[in-house]
């Protein structure tokens, strides 16, 4: 497939449908390969093969075969489905657009509701093939579509929330499918007469049981266990006694615990919602659960082989532990539930035997427990969603079923399971071609066309095989289960031999032998049945037992006994008063049974089929295998279904639409027909002198014998529209040139009329400047004749005093439009336009300035005077003069940094009649004699400097302000400060005090404020790196130097340097 046109079915770029509905082509050219393989040319099953490979390579998944829909799974998220496409199927009839699931659901819908008529719908295919996926878009496309209203969106949502539920407790991951369903599935959904879903019922068929016990490689067991293990928060775990490690539990697969894509826990929250909204209450949903943890536990019971006192063979418990939280869980004696596990009582009309269980049937009885508890629980289940679901019986309804079912299965090694579901698939078949046949009789005897009798294989004769009430395989197998004496799989394989023998259908090592044929393939214990898909070896090892499917009545009467109400439900035949004696019917006669109502429901029902396909083995998006899609092919009798579809006519067509289509092919027809449309569609095809073999007239529609006619009438049209597409197109060009010719036309004119007036515009405004000119020259020359006159003489120093007020006037009118902004920090001024202002400008600057200073004097609180106070004179004392004053100008003065609001201790030390303190915060105090420095509070009030021990909180030195004489500081960034004192205070006379604080600045202005307004003094502060300190009778020389790091602010060192100096580094 190198381009398009190599192809060989690239060339029928139309999609060309076969159907007994109405057919409009519109969207045909747009197709890939054949949308309806009725028109497949030649029919053969290579090219059916590579049309399916192409539209599946071109993400067309869809294909017809008449009103058969074919469905191969991407694999992938297609953007095909959704509002938009649901809205759009609605809206056109079957063939209207491509194949589409939603166009078959639309059909089947609108067939319900507007004819009347129940409906199903057969989704059949391999595992894998996209079957419960399929279910799932034809239930949402009829709740979309159906009516809307409280009542009916309640029912829509809960048939639509039974999907997850039954999904998690009957689908499970398989070596082909991660979700595969492991039961068959038929829903009639009910419908009232305006169409709108009243509710439904459903019918499941065969649960793969054996899953429960045992699993192959690569697959797992019910998706139940695992949502439950990763979902369930700790305290339902606990409550259930389960653990979350699935490592721990003997019925999982320990090898595939997780699927890709698939969110366990996610999905377990999903299912009890779903559960929920179906109707399930609270108490249900967790007996529901307990018994499914049941199941887990009982694959943890470990049995072990014993030997009783006579020497024969039995059986106990390894580990009392699991049996006794099984117990506990369910209400029921681990005595007796080890009991039942370990031994079997036989009853006969006289007597009570109990028998010892070996080691290899307490295991059998330990398994079969568990999968009867999972069976009879999903039974339980479907029958609850039947309860919510259902309809009430006065109410009239429509009906329309949905079948996803098993599809045709060739293993490996075939057993029971694959023998019933190949059964169920050759009755399906035989409804297929039954229906089919009957449908295609029915149409031509509508429409008065003779009906051909149609050659096709009847597998009535397989099905009878199976079946037959006296000599099917069924039936035998029923009766070897029944049969006294030894009985096994072998004697039973040999009561067919002999039966069958001569048998066109059916195989075995025996009847090859007696024709003298040799089969390596077939082995001693088998048989085979020529279905209608193929041969299929059967094993008949496990027959016998899969068909008795048989549970010991005591562990039937153990789990009666258990107190747990839905565990006492699920066992009905354990009361001990209603113990039968008959057996209970064989696994085959039930699903006998069962595909029997199924058959007589679906012959009741028009029918509707879609038939998945799995292109690959491998789940990969894109990929083809053209031998596997062959075997599936032949499986689902899709040839074969095409060669009954094509038996008479393969084409068909209401009159009505095929002349809208092909009456651009007849000159009288041609481009408009007044006469009827059957009249129309003769004239059409006698112009083109057709074979009247090839067609026949019906009432209603015109029927076209061969897909070579029809192509041939698609290339006429083909054709045909090149030809009036040329001839619209020569029309539309020579209308557009006139179009284009009339608008330049007016353009010009308009152009030309806006040319011409324009020039004439300016024309008269030349001449009108022109003329204003001339009066204002003469005007003129007039005024100066007249000045000449009169007022020559005192012209001057008029001219010159209008001329100077101008300018005045100028000057301090544009002075006002730009005077600066009113921030006194703005200094900005205009300058003067000419010299002569030059003072007049500063004068006006300077009361401006003057202005705005008092303005923001006279919006000052008290409070913020002070500040201001404050700031100005630590800008007088230090501005300059010391590193750290400018970080300090933008920092507000705080003045308590202690909360001496808090601290009632402190108030009380700087005494009663201090007044408020001015300066509150901690400093360190400097030893003179080694350097070293401890820490100090300091206490500024109008009268005292008053220092605190840190540790003692009492006052350790109070300093009057008249006895400070003078202070030292520094001019770098640090916070040392020195206050000397006087010699003659009794403070003094210890020394002077040498302290560090980090608002130095702010510190010693409120001290020299403080001093000032006390001792009417000013205090002298020394800004200098050396200064000398009084210690007692001596004095210490204190130097301060700069560290390495710069002006950066970092911790004192103090260095004593002999015994007169002290080396501060800051």
Not at 741 to 748: A, E, F, I, V
Not at 912 to 923: I, K, N, S
């Amino acid at each position: 497939m190198n381009s398009m046109k190599k192809h060989p079915l690239r060339r029928k770029r139309t999609q060309i449908l076969g159907s007994a509905e109405p057919l409009d082509m519109t969207l045909m050219e747009d197709s890939v390969g054949v949308g309806d393989l009725v028109l497949l040319e030649p029919l053969e099953e290579e090219p059916l093969l590579k049309n399916l490979q192409l539209r599946y390579e071109n993400k067309e998944i869809y294909t017809y075969i008449g009103n058969v829909l074919i469905s191969m799974n991407p694999y992938q998220q297609l953007p095909i489905y959704g509002p938009e496409f649901i809205a759009k199927y609605r809206d056109y009839t079957f063939y209207e657009l491509k194949p589409h699931i939603y166009a078959l659901a639309n059909v089947a819908y609108q067939s319900l509701r507007d004819r009347d008529r129940d409906q199903c719908i057969l989704i059949t295919g391999e595992s894998g093939a996209g079957k419960t996926e399929a279910s799932k878009l034809v239930m949402s496309y009829v709740a979309a579509v159906c009516g809307k209203g409280e009542q009916v969106n309640s029912v829509k949502e809960q048939l639509l929330q039974s999907n997850p539920v039954l999904e998690a407790f009957g689908n499970a991951k398989t070596i082909r499918n991660n979700n595969s369903s492991r039961f068959g599935k038929y829903m009639d959904i009910e419908f009232d007469f305006k169409g709108s879903p009243l509710g439904g019922v459903i019918t499941n068929y065969l649960l793969e049981k054996s899953r429960v016990v045992k699993q192959l490689e690569g697959e797992r067991n019910f998706h139940i266990f695992y949502q439950l293990l990763a979902g369930a928060d700790a305290h339902l775990l606990e409550a259930l006694k389960l653990e979350r490690d699935t490592s721990h539990y003997a019925y999982l697969n320990q090898k595939v615990s997780r699927v890709d894509g698939m969110d366990d826990a996610s999905n377990f929250k999903s299912v009890q919602n779903a559960m929920t909204v179906i109707g399930f209450s609270e108490v249900e949903i967790q007996q529901v659960l307990e018994v499914t943890a049941l199941v887990l536990k009982l694959g943890n019971v470990e049995l072990a082989d014993e030997s009783q006192a006579n020497g024969t063979s039995a059986s106990g418990i390894r580990d009392g532990r699991g049996v006794q939280e099984i117990g506990e869980m369910i209400g029921l004696n681990s005595e007796e539930l080890e009991k039942a596990l370990c031994s079997r009582t036989m009853k006969t009309a006289k007597e009570e035997v109990v028998t010892t269980l070996n080691f290899t049937q307490a295991q059998y009885a330990r398994d079969a427990l568990a999968k009867n508890i999972y069976s009879r629980l999903f039974n339980w289940i479907v029958n609850r969603i039947n309860e919510s679901i259902k309809v009430g019986s006065g109410e009239k309804k429509k009906v329309m079923g949905v079948l996803d079912i098993y599809g045709f299965e060739i293993l490996k090694d075939n057993s029971f399971e694959q023998f019933v579901i190949n059964y169920c698939n050759e009755k399906l078949q035989q409804v297929f071609i039954e229906m089919t046949l009957k449908e295609e009789q029915e149409e031509y005897k509508r429409e008065g066309i003779p009906w051909t009798k149609v050659d096709y294989f009847d597998n009535g004769i397989i099905c009878n095989l199976i079946e037959h009430n006296q000599q099917g395989i069924l039936a035998m197998l029923d009766e070897e289960c029944l049969r006294p004496g030894v009985v096994s799989d072998s004697t039973f394989l040999a009561k067919l031999n002999q039966v069958f023998s001569k048998h066109g259908f059916y195989e075995s090592k025996v009847t090859q032998n007696a024709q003298r044929q040799y089969d390596h393939t077939m082995g001693l214990s088998c048989f085979r049945i020529c279905h209608y898909a193929g041969k299929v070896t059967y094993n008949v090892n496990g027959f016998i037992d899969k068909n008795n499917d048989l549970l010991f009545r005591d562990l039937s009467q153990a789990m009666w006994k258990a107190q747990h109400p839905l565990l006492q439900s699920l066992f009905p035949e354990g009361v001990p008063t209603q113990t039968s004696l008959k057996r209970p019917p064989t696994a085959g006669a039930q699903f006998k049974s069962s595909v029997a109502i199924l058959m007589k429901n679906l012959y009741s029902k028009n029918p509707n089929y879609i038939r998945c396909i799995k292109p690959n083995e491998h789940q990969q998006r894109g990929q083809f295998s053209s031998e596997l899609v062959a075997v599936q092919t032949r499986y689902l009798g899709l040839l074969e279904n095409v060669r009954v579809r094509r038996a008479g006519y393969a084409y068909r067509q209401r009159y009505g639409p095929f002349l809208e289509r092909y009456r651009l092919l007849g000159r009288s027809t041609w481009p408009r027909w007044n006469g009827g449309d059957r009249e129309g569609v003769e004239k059409v095809l006698g112009e083109l002198s057709l074979s009247s073999e090839e067609l026949a007239f019906g009432k209603t529609k015109i029927f076209i014998r061969s897909p070579k006619t029809l192509f041939y009438l698609e290339e006429k049209r083909r054709l045909r529209l090149q030809q009036l597409a040329t001839l619209i197109q020569k029309i539309y060009r020579g209308w557009r040139c006139r179009i284009h010719y009339q608008l330049m036309r007016k353009s010009q004119i308009l152009i030309s009329s806006w040319f011409r007036g324009n020039m004439q515009r300016k024309r008269y405004a030349k001449i009108k400047a022109s003329v204003v000119l001339i009066q204002a020259f003469v005007r003129g020359w007039k005024a100066r004749k007249d000045y000449r006159k009169y007022f020559r003489s005192g012209a001057a120093l008029t001219l010159a005093d209008f001329i100077y007020k101008s300018m005045t006037q100028k000057f301090l009118l544009g002075l006002r439009n730009n005077l600066p902004s009113t921030n006194i920090l703005d200094r900005t001024w205009p300058a003067a336009p000419y010299r002569c202002f030059n003072t007049a400008n500063q004068e006006l600057q300077q009361l401006f300035y003057r202005w705005k200073c008092k303005r923001f004097r006279d919006r000052l609180s008290p409070k913020q005077v002070e500040i201001l106070k404050e700031k100005l004179c630590a800008s007088e004392l230090f501005k300059g003069k010391k590193a750290s004053y400018p970080q300090s100008v933008p920092i507000p003065f705080c003045g308590d940094y202690l909360g001496l609001q808090g601290n009632p201790k402190l108030q009380k030390l700087k005494g009663g009649e201090e007044g408020p303190v001015l300066m509150a915060d901690t400093v360190k105090k400097v030893n003179r004699g080694n350097g070293k420095t401890s820490s100090r509070i300091l206490l500024l009030t109008k009268g005292h400097v008053i220092l605190i021990d840190t540790k003692k909180s009492q006052a350790k030195t109070v300093i009057g302000l008249d006895s400070v004489a003078e202070v030292s500081v520094t001019s770098f960034k640090d916070g040392l400060f020195s206050l000397h004192l006087n010699e003659i205070s009794s403070v003094g006379s210890r020394g002077d005090f040498l302290l560090v604080s980090e608002h130095v600045i702010e510190l010693l202005t409120k001290m020299y404020q403080a001093v000032l307004d006390a001792t009417q003094r000013q205090l002298l502060i020394s800004v200098t790196e050396k200064f000398s300190v009084r210690f007692k009778e001596s004095s210490v020389a204190v130097k301060v130097i700069q560290g390495p790091e710069g002006d950066r602010n970092g911790k004192l060192k103090c260095k004593k340097k002999g015994s007169r100096c002290l080396e501060v580094t800051v």
